[in-house]
């Protein structure tokens, strides 16, 4: 890899931090969603979570021992601005100003991701991303985050995963806040997030106080040609982009991507969605589409697609194919092709902001953790990332997903995705076999992949 190659790790506020009642902080979505019985597997919560909160220098230290040469991390919209608007609460600033502090004074660069789905519940209760209000109110919250951090902070994403924001959380239900709109509410959703992130942007770039790196973390499917003929990878080409029904635009990456990188929506699907989309005024492509210095992509498995008929076809995985307690498919070639992909579509330089393996971790009898599997997965998918640097692909970093074990989302703790194993009853921390293995692919910047 290029010699200034990003090395990170990455965690989310409500996934880690705890302290959900502390120092002034306002309740957000998930504090609410995950006290409904059924909504959260084993009614499990992030109300304490890894207590990162009292324990980020611990944290820091598990960073250093680890190498990471970068941290990215979510601010609590609710820590800062409990209403989501108008009062700061001066404890929250506080606590990420001595995070910031700590990373840099371990040599870890920073990287902010405004928005990791914890929406503050009073905005929540005047409608969130279904208010196009929320443009506003996510752009004063950018300046207060720039005000306050980026002196030190000059590397920001805007907003994580909004496929899952719109399609877990206000299409099927199954994360906060938990609804089930139709397709014009699902459209004017996505409308109102994506002029929220160029307002984001514009704030960002007016208050900060160095010059930014600014980009977003989209997600998607991934997805791998069967063969190497051409229309095979024509086919994967064409299946991570389109769509055909209106139902699916919700988890689709060009309706996003081409928005923001292109100024536009992708002219096929806007057709199909046509009948159902809100108004849309060029001003409003002009804010979506904000210069951004840098794409995020988190990346996790993809299906392998046939061209044979023509159209994309997805082929059925063999008899015992490896997956993981997601039932995610271990596909190390999608981090290859996927880049490959989104860099001829979009030349822009691509930051993998996630990637990584849930597993079924336990602390072995001679107290360590052994997780060959993660290693195993993480050693494919990183000779693909390398491989597709390498044949001229921009790709300026990788974040792992994730730091430490924390809480799931509607998997609760059940599934342990870190490259450090938390004992939730006490806390203790210990570092996994991947984090060594993670640690010497660090060091030597990739060459040992």
Not at 38 to 58: L, P
Not at 102 to 124: G, Q, S, V
Not at 267 to 287: A, G, H, W
Request: glycine share 8%.
């Amino acid at each position: 890899m290029k010699k200034d190659f990003i090395w990170g790790s990455a965690t989310s506020s409500y996934q880690i931090e705890g302290a959900y009642l502390e120092d002034g902080k306002g309740l957000n979505i998930f504090d609410t969603f995950c006290k409904i019985p059924g909504n959260i597997f084993n009614n499990d919560n992030g109300e304490t979570a890894c207590d990162h909160y009292h324990r980020f220098k611990e944290d820091v230290q598990i960073m250093k021992k680890i190498g990471l040469k970068a941290y990215r991390f979510s601010i609590s919209w609710a820590r800062i601005l409990p209403n989501g608007t108008g009062q700061i609460n001066p404890q929250g600033i506080r606590f990420y100003n001595e995070l910031i502090d700590e990373l840099i004074k371990n040599d870890i660069e920073p990287f902010i991701t405004l928005y990791h789905w914890d929406m503050p519940l009073a905005l929540d209760k005047l409608g969130g991303w279904r208010n196009p209000d929320i443009v506003q109110w996510f752009a004063n919250y950018a300046k207060v985050v720039a005000e306050n951090f980026s002196d030190r902070v000059k590397n920001f994403f805007t907003i994580n995963e909004p496929q899952v924001i719109v399609g877990l959380g206000h299409q099927a239900g199954i994360h906060a806040p938990g609804l089930k709109l139709t397709e014009p509410e699902i459209l004017e959703v996505i409308h109102n997030l994506l002029k929220a992130h160029g307002a984001g942007v514009i704030a960002l770039r007016t208050y900060g106080k160095q010059k930014l790196n600014i980009g977003f973390a989209p997600c998607g499917c991934m997805n791998i040609p069967e063969t190497n003929s051409e229309e095979d990878i024509d086919a994967a080409r064409r299946s991570m982009f389109e769509f055909d029904e209106p139902s699916k635009v919700a988890n689709n990456i060009a309706w996003y991507s081409d928005a923001v990188l292109l100024g536009h929506y992708p002219e096929r699907e806007f057709k199909i969605c046509e009948p159902f989309m809100p108004k849309i005024t060029d001003s409003d492509m002009k804010l979506i589409s904000q210069p951004l210095d840098f794409i995020g992509h988190n990346i996790y498995w993809g299906m392998t697609i046939s061209g044979k008929t023509g159209k994309p076809e997805v082929v059925k995985y063999s008899e015992g194919f490896r997956n993981d307690p997601h039932d995610w498919p271990v596909t190390y070639d999608c981090i290859y092709w996927g880049t490959k992909f989104l860099y001829e579509r979009y030349k822009t330089p691509i930051i993998i902001s996630e990637n990584g393996k849930a597993c079924m971790d336990v602390v072995s009898s001679d107290g360590f953790v052994h997780d060959d599997e993660r290693i195993s997965y993480l050693k494919g998918y990183l000779k693909g990332l390398k491989k597709a640097e390498e044949e001229g692909i921009s790709i300026k970093g990788y974040f792992l997903w994730s730091l430490l074990d924390n809480f799931e989302w509607a998997y609760g703790y059940s599934e342990r995705f870190g490259l450090t194993y938390v004992d939730y009853k006490t806390q203790k921390r210990i570092l996994k076999d991947s984090a060594y293995f993670y640690s010497d692919v660090i060091k030597s910047n990739g060459s040992n992949l």
